[in-house]
C-alpha cells in the first residue's frame, strides 16, 4: 500500500562505490533504511557486504576480528536509539586470548532483521574486532577507536539456537590448527545443569569440557543465568566435565574445582562416553559450598 513504511524488515537503498585508492579495505558501501523502534534509521554496510548478498552469508573465518567465542551476554545496556553496551562471559574461545570478560557494542537496529535483541543471559558465537569511526572532517577513511570492540552487524555472529554452521567450522579449523585428525562429520552434544549445594542455579560457571581419549583439545563454556550448559559438534570419545578444572592454579575457582557427578577429585570423576552424533543431556551436579560462583 501507497505510503506505508516496512516493518524491521530492511529496504536496499542504494550503492555507493568506494574508491579503491582511498579505501583499499573496502570493495563497496551499502546504504540500507530500516525502520526500528519507530524511527528510521540508515545502516552503512562496507567491505564484503555485496559478496555476502550473492552467496547467502558472510563466512565464518576469523580473519578481520580480533575476538571469536561463544559467551553469554551477562548485561546489554542501552546507550543510544540503537546501539547497546554488552558485558560477555567467554566460554569456547576460537580465536583471540582467553579473557575472563569482554564489553562490546553493538548496532541493534543493523543486525540481520530476523536477529531477536541481545539481551542478559543470551548465549551468542560472536565476532568481535577494534570499532573504527569515520574521521570528523568527513574523510572516509577510518581510524580506530583505542581497542574498543564492536560486534560488526555484517559478522557472523548469531544466537545459539539449533545447529549453527559456524560453530561446527571454528571447530573443525581449530582441530587442524592443532594437528588432529579431522572428522567433519561429528556433532555430539553435552549438556547439563550446574547448582550449589542448597540447590540454586549456578550461573556463569565456567564448564570444563576434557576430552581423554581421544586427545583433545580443552576448553570452557559458561552457564546461562538457570545454571545451563550445552556444547555441540563434539567427536566420538571419552570427556571428564567439570567446573575449575581449567581455572589457573591456587585461583579460587580452582581450589573449589568439581568433577561430573560432583566429587572433589579426577580419581572419582564419572567418565562420559559420547556416541558419534549422540546427545547426552543430563550432566547435572553441584558446585562445592566454597565455590566463588553467584
Known amino acids: 500500500m501507497a505510503g506505508m513504511l516496512p516493518s524491521r524488515n530492511w529496504r536496499l537503498c542504494a550503492f555507493v562505490l568506494a574508491v579503491a585508492s582511498v579505501v583499499p579495505s573496502l570493495s563497496a558501501v551499502v546504504g540500507e533504511g530500516r525502520l526500528y523502534h519507530g524511527k528510521m534509521v540508515q545502516c552503512m554496510h562496507g567491505g564484503s557486504w555485496p559478496d555476502v548478498i550473492a552467496h547467502g ?22 546507550i543510544s536509539d540503537t546501539d547497546k553496551r554488552l558485558q560477555i562471559l567467554p566460554g569456547e574461545v576460537f580465536f583471540g ?5 569482554v564489553t562490546a557494542t553493538v548496532n ?12 542478559a543471559g543470551d548465549k551468542w558465537l560472536f565476532y568481535l574486532r577494534t570499532r573504527k569511526y569515520l574521521h570528523p572532517d568527513g574523510n572516509p577513511a577510518y581510524t580506530t577507536s583505542n581497542g574498543q570492540l564492536e560486534l560488526p552487524f555484517d559478522s ?38 550446574i547448582t550449589h549445594a542448597d ?13 581423554v581419549s581421544p586427545r583433545g583439545l580443552q576448553f570452557t563454556v ?40 560432583g566429587v572433589p577429585t579426577r580419581e572419582e570423576a564419572k567418565v562420559i562416553e559420547l556416541g558419534d552424533g549422540e546427545r547426552r543431556a543430563g550432566i547435572d551436579f553441584k558446585l562445592l559450598p566454597t565455590s566463588p560462583f553467584p
Request: with cysteine.
Open 57 to 78: 552469508g558472510p563466512h565464518c573465518g576469523t580473519e578481520g576480528y580480533e575476538q571469536v567465542f561463544i559467551g553469554t551476554v551477562q548485561s546489554a545496556t542501552d
Open 97 to 101: 586470548d582467553p579473557v575472563a570478560q
Open 108 to 119: 541493534q537496529a543493523c543486525l540481520t532483521p530476523n536477529e531477536p535483541e541481545i539481551k
Open 156 to 193: 557472523p555472529s548469531e544466537p545459539l539456537s539449533g545447529r549453527q554452521r559456524c560453530p561446527t567450522a571454528l571447530r573443525v579449523a581449530r582441530m587442524a590448527d592443532s594437528g588432529e585428525v579431522i572428522d567433519a562429520a561429528f556433532h555430539g552434544t553435552l549438556a547439563g545443569r
Open 199 to 211: 540447590g540454586r542455579a549456578a550461573k556463569y560457571a565456567h564448564v570444563a569440557i576434557v576430552p
Open 222 to 261: 559458561v552457564t546461562d543465568q538457570q545454571g545451563h550448559f550445552e556444547v555441540g559438534g563434539q567427536q566420538p570419545g571419552s570427556y571428564l566435565v567439570g567446573v575449575g578444572l581449567l581455572a589457573e592454579i591456587g585461583s579460587p575457582e580452582w581450589k573449589s574445582r568439581v568433577y561430573y557427578p
